[in-house]
C-alpha cells in the first residue's frame, strides 16, 4: 500500500522550490528587447498545474496560499495583466499560444479582454484551422478553445483518433518523444486530470494494461521528468495503479531543496536561472503528479471506510 505522506512530501517540496524561485518565471529580454517568448512556457505550465492543486484541495492551508500567491505573481508581475499575451496576439495574429496561455488563468478568475478578442477575430480566418501541427498539439488547441467558451476548430474524437494513443500501437514502440505525446493526450482529454471519464474507454484500457510496465521503464533510465508525467497519467485515469515501488524511486530522486532534476542526479550549477531553466519543468511536474496521486489516494481510503 502507498504511502499518502510520501505522495504529499514530493509535492510540498516542489511547489516550496518554485515559490522559492519565482522570479525566474519572469520574462528575460534578448539584445532586441524582444520578449523570450520561450519564458511564457513555463507561466502557462504553472497556471495550468496550479489550477489542478487549486481544484483537488489536498494542499495544505500554506501550500494553497503558496499557489495563489505564485498566481497572482505570474499574471500580474510576469503577463502584466495579460497585456504580454495581448502584444504576442497582435503581432502574431495566428499564433495559438497566446490563447492556449491565457486560458488557463482564465479558469482561475484572471482575464484580459483583449487575448479573447483578438484570438476570436483570429479564429474567424481559415489559416486559423490551416496551421499545420502535430496531432496532440491539435488536439490541445482544440480542448483549449473549448476550455475558453468558444466552439473547438477540430472535432475532438477525430483529433483523438489521429494521435498516437488514439491508434492503440504497439506499446514497446514508446520512446521518449512519443510518451509525452502519450502523457499529453491524456491531459488534455481529461482536462489535467479534471475528468476521468473524458478518456475513451479504449483508450483507459489500453493505458491500465502498458502503463505499469512503461512507469517501470521509465524508471529503470532515471528519467525523472517523463516519469512523473507517467505518473500524472496514472493518478488521471478512472482506476490508477499509483505503484509504490515507483512512487519511491521518484521520490528518492527529488533534491532536498524540492527541485526535481530531469534526469539522474540534480545538476550543479551556479547560475540561478540556468539551473531554473532546467530543472523547473521536471519539479512543476512532480507537483502535479503529487497533487493528483495524493487526491486519488485520499479518495480510495475514503471509499473503503464505507
Known amino acids: 500500500m502507498i504511502r499518502t505522506q510520501l505522495l ?4 510540498v517540496g516542489a511547489l516550496e522550490w518554485l515559490s522559492a524561485h519565482r ?9 532586441q528587447d524582444a520578449e523570450d517568448r520561450a519564458r511564457l512556457k513555463p507561466v502557462g505550465e504553472l497556471a495550468t498545474i496550479g489550477a489542478a492543486l487549486l481544484r483537488e484541495g489536498v494542499a495544505g492551508s500554506r501550500q494553497a496560499a503558496l499557489v495563489r500567491q505564485l498566481l497572482d505573481f505570474a499574471w500580474r508581475e510576469v503577463l502584466d495583466g495579460g497585456t504580454a499575451l495581448a502584444r504576442m496576439q497582435r503581432e502574431e495574429p495566428l499564433s495559438p499560444m497566446p490563447l492556449e496561455f491565457h486560458t488557463p488563468f482564465r479558469e482561475l478568475g484572471y482575464r484580459n479582454p483583449d487575448v479573447e478578442q483578438a ?18 498539439r491539435r488536439l490541445g488547441l482544440a480542448v483549449t478553445e473549448e476550455r475558453a467558451g468558444l466552439p473547438p476548430s477540430t472535432d475532438l474524437a477525430e483529433a483523438t483518433a489521429r494521435t498516437w494513443l488514439g491508434r492503440t500501437p504497439e506499446p514497446w514502440t514508446l520512446g521518449f518523444h512519443i510518451g509525452y505525446d502519450v502523457t499529453h493526450t491524456v491531459f488534455h482529454l481529461t482536462r ?4 476521468p471519464d473524458g478518456l475513451p474507454p ?24 517523463l516519469l512523473g508525467e507517467l505518473l500524472a497519467v496514472d493518478a488521471c485515469l ?69
Request: glycine share 6%; proline share 9%.
Open 8 to 11: 504529499h512530501d514530493v509535492g
Open 23 to 31: 522570479d525566474q518565471f519572469r520574462l528575460r529580454e534578448r539584445p
Open 119 to 136: 484570438a476570436a477575430l483570429s479564429r474567424q480566418l481559415t489559416s486559423w484551422q490551416a496551421l499545420e501541427m502535430l496531432p496532440v
Open 192 to 195: 489535467w486530470g479534471a475528468r
Open 202 to 225: 479504449d483508450l483507459a484500457a489500453y493505458l491500465a494494461q502498458w502503463l505499469p510496465a512503461w512507469l517501470e521503464d521509465w524508471a529503470d533510465a532515471a528519467h525523472w521528468d
Open 238 to 306: 478512472p482506476e490508477p495503479a499509483l505503484d509504490p515501488g515507483v512512487w519511491e524511486r521518484y521520490a528518492a530522486a527529488q533534491h532536498p531543496s524540492g527541485a526535481m532534476p530531469v534526469e539522474g542526479r540534480m545538476p550543479a550549477l551556479d547560475d540561478p536561472a540556468e539551473l531554473f531553466d532546467l530543472v523547473h519543468h521536471p519539479t512543476l511536474v512532480a507537483a502535479f503528479a503529487s497533487t493528483m496521486a495524493t487526491s486519488r489516494a485520499l479518495s480510495g481510503l475514503a471509499a473503503g471506510t464505507r
